[in-house]
DNA sequence: TTGGCTACTCCGCGTTACAGAGTAGCATCG
DNA sequence: CGATGCTACTCTGTAACGCGGAGTAGCCAA
């Protein structure tokens, strides 16, 4: 199944878009799993993305703001910190080196090219 | 530790990295180690290698040709299946729909824009 | 009362990466 | 002879994450 790999892809991949999402302006967690499920690749459900939440607080990633809701409990709004701004940061800057070492890798001929007499 | 993030970020991916590099034509284990050795991003122990390769393997989506390499035991070459590439298709085509998710997720505006009147 | 909004939690499974070390064989250089 | 490099594995154990499914709970509107 290619969805057990996708699965494994995932991992850290959640996390990163959860940031993203919070990079654009607060929002609270049922808002954020909705917004993540109107793009299919990150449909995910509540049970994933709190305890996304949870840890990326905990590690001062993101502050949190009470506001009553009007309807139903505190709507509890999640914001990046500026250490979470930074990491956040780390990690574009991450990804956007796997992406250069993936296209390296495809587009290396065969193994080093030190022996290489192709000109 | 951005590190252990990075290590997340990494599931699936090496998976996809080996199916890559042999994408280009056979090889075997310890160059490929090697060959990913090369890439900061991608560098990896024998541990780590050996059991993707088997894993593929068992999935078929590697074969295996030995050949005697001069120097030491015989060198244990691997190459793509036809599945092996299907599979590495199917995988170029999710990493292109998420690049293309992030990109959404970042120029998503707050909510979905069933409400806005932008035109 | 049902259903939508809101926030969680707990249990448990499956998978992966990965460090570290070990086993083993052969060839070559010093 | 011994070290080093090439070659292929294996085993053990740890940590983290995604995720399904279900439960708890509170409040409002139709």
Redesign the interface.
Known sequence: M?DA??T??????L???VL??L???E?YGY?IVA?LG?????AVSESTVYPILARLRQEKFLKVRDEPSGQGPMRRYFSLTAIGKV?LA??NH?LK??EL??S???S?????PDNEHTH
């Open positions: 290619i790999w996708i494994q892809h995932r991992k850290g991949l996390e990163y878009c993203t999402v990079s654009r302006g929002s808002e917004a109107r793009i299919a690749e990150f990491r780390e990690m991450h080196k796997i070492a993936i390296q890798l495809k290396t001929p065969r193994k080093d």
